[in-house]
């Protein structure tokens, strides 16, 4: 089983950017879609970003859209997510996920395991 940690969470302002990390360990995610969501308290856990195993395909919530970028680098087994202008709405903890073996095209939480412990993203006004 593959084990993720996420990092790179904190306190900043509105318009402000921040990147976080999801470092992989116990095997490679090199062949893996990979996921980014969020949840804040008192909501349900919500799709921000995806990832193909190649990195060449992305999709985001459109939330989102034109604020965040996805990317990886399989040599490094990592995984990132560039925030940028950050609104208080991104509040939330933010984690990352595996795209389960055998699965199509898909957004939904219940398709993605190997849940990180998260990071904190909050976002002051």
């Known amino acids: 089983q593959v084990q993720l940690v996420e990092s790179g969470g904190g306190l900043v302002q509105a318009g402000g950017s921040l990147r976080l990390s999801c470092a992989a360990s116990g095997r490679t995610i090199s062949t893996y879609a990979m996921g980014w969501f969020r949840q804040a308290p008192g909501k349900e856990r919500e799709f921000v970003a995806r990832?193909?195993?190649?990195?060449?395909?992305?999709h985001y919530a459109d939330s989102v859209k034109g604020r965040f970028t996805v990317s990886r680098v399989n040599a490094k087994n990592t995984v990132y997510l560039q925030m940028n202008s950050l609104k208080p709405e991104d509040t939330a903890i933010y984690y990352c996920a595996v795209r389960q073996i055998g699965t199509g095209v898909t957004t939904a939480v219940a398709d993605f395991g190997s849940w990180g412990q998260g990071t904190q993203v909050t976002v002051s006004s």
């Open positions: 990832i193909d195993w190649s990195g060449g395909i992305t």
